[in-house]
């Protein structure tokens, strides 16, 4: 079992930065990532939709031989995750509950949450949240153009900076002392995200703590690869539904490396 | 065949403008008007992909009893518009031999085009334009930010004027004396397009040269509806792949009135 892959998806590139801290983490192990770039994105979707996606992205994944399915997209996590938990025969772990986790630990008195429309309309962060630290107070709002801002490649760019102004200040102004980045493009977004709020605000990165998660659940199965194995031996994989090319451009932005060896599939 | 009704397809809700210029143009017919607002947006999407795609809402289409199918989307009409003609028993308009029969008709020295990455990359404009006019300058601009801020409402926002002068100052600079919308989200962002861009340079929404098209199509074929017959007594149809309510929502912001009945189809 321990030879197995991680597989994990999400609607498309950002899932990238969950990769990096499960790598960064476990570096011995393999991961399988498939992005769903040709129904990308998934944030402005209904609930049933994502449902639907998320199930066909998990099945693709399983055929693959993994042993523990991370779902990192949030919208997917926000409707999906009960459903795919009830319905495959896998260890799962999503990335809304590792990102409460951290905000209720950090969080004084207001937590701050953003993420895409379906994310923050689903209420998952809040519920989560709320269900570890009843006496937080939370503040949610979407924030649609973030991704399309990242996608371009604005990171720094002072449209960037306005966009956060005009979504973020009213949060800022109520006195928010964490923040949860809900959406896996939104850490590349942290020096603007920081300038916009002020150095005091936390910043809580659900990639870090899902990462976190995934080892604890790999070590207490006793899954986890042995020294003897090296990732090396056993390269990860990329799968996209579609423009394998750009998935190599943009993930750059999120890897800080090139990705040689992307795959189309289609279900 | 004069009794069946207008088939249209869009990725989604930008199509609207395609839809209120054929309304505007021909108010007895019926039009049957598909969004597939699961999988949009189609501009940052590749070739195979939208041409699948846009075969899958041609034939559910085709299944609704149409006389002219209207590929309304400028990313389906620039990579699928020959396949589709080639496979489907039906007359075919797409919006960019209008848009483009429009350009060259009024551009004198130097026209730009602006669109998502997908329908910039496919040239389909240029060449276009190019067989009408081979002596004109075309100056072409992906513009994606453009669709994510027309759907978050941002129309007359001083971000959406900022990123309008990153993209198109370059052009106007050039001195372009024409430009080509496109997309068919882009006549919503006319008064900002004018603002920077100047006065003297026309617009050319090909919404309504393509509601033209179809009128003299129907015309020459003797296949429009009569004075007998009443739109009220035939209402128009809209689909969509995915959620509604938002269909109905930003829906407003096309038409200027809300949209009743909304089904969801599935593929």
Redesign the interface.
Known sequence: MNKKAIGMFDSGIGGLTVYRAIKERLPREKIIYLGD???LPYG???A??IVRFSEENARFLLGNNIKILVVACNSSSAYALTHLTDMLAVPIVGVIEPGAEAAARTAKKIVGVIGTSATIASRAYEDAIRAKKPDLRILSRDC??FV??V??GWIEH??TR??GE?YLLPLQRQGIDTMVLGCTHYPVLKPMLTTVLGPEVQLIDSALTTAERVQRMLESLGWLRDGNETAASAPDEFYV???PE?FRRVGEIFLGRKITDVRVVSF
């Open positions: 770039t040709a129904r402005s979707k209904s049933e939709t649609p153009l399309p801002l996608e371009e002072p449209v306005l966009v005009e539904t579609d423009f750009r």
